[in-house]
């Protein structure tokens, strides 16, 4: 079992900046790969990032270039450093992590952005 728990969410105005946390315990096995999805309203859950312990990524199209990920190992935490904010990046932020890039994966509570002037 993993817990993960999530902050820096919040308000922003477009062209802004947030970054999220994300900071796990319980299972390390189980943190090999962490990353973010997000859930707009009426939408599907989608991948924004992921990282691997190895130091792989992974981005979504729409967020390349504006989007970074990162994980400290040693407190096995997960940032989501977002820049140059949209208003179509409003959404809940839910952190994962898993045993591997397709394995069962653990969810956080998530935390609402919304990107709006």
């Known amino acids: 079992q993993v817990q993960l728990v999530e902050s820096g969410g919040g308000l922003v105005q477009p062209g802004g900046s947030l970054r999220l946390s994300c900071a796990a315990s319980g299972s390390i096995f189980s943190t090999i790969v962490m990353g973010w999805y997000r859930q707009a309203p009426g939408k599907e859950r989608d991948l924004v990032a992921s990282?691997?312990?190895?130091?792989?990524?992974n981005y979504a199209e729409s967020v390349k270039g504006r989007f970074t990920i990162s994980r400290d190992y040693a407190k096995i935490t997960v940032y989501l450093q977002m820049n140059s904010l949209k208003p179509e990046d409003t959404a809940v932020y839910y952190c994962y992590s898993s045993g591997s890039w397709s394995g069962n994966r653990f969810w956080g509570q998530g935390t609402q952005v919304t990107v709006s002037s």
């Open positions: 990282i691997a312990t190895t130091g792989v990524t």
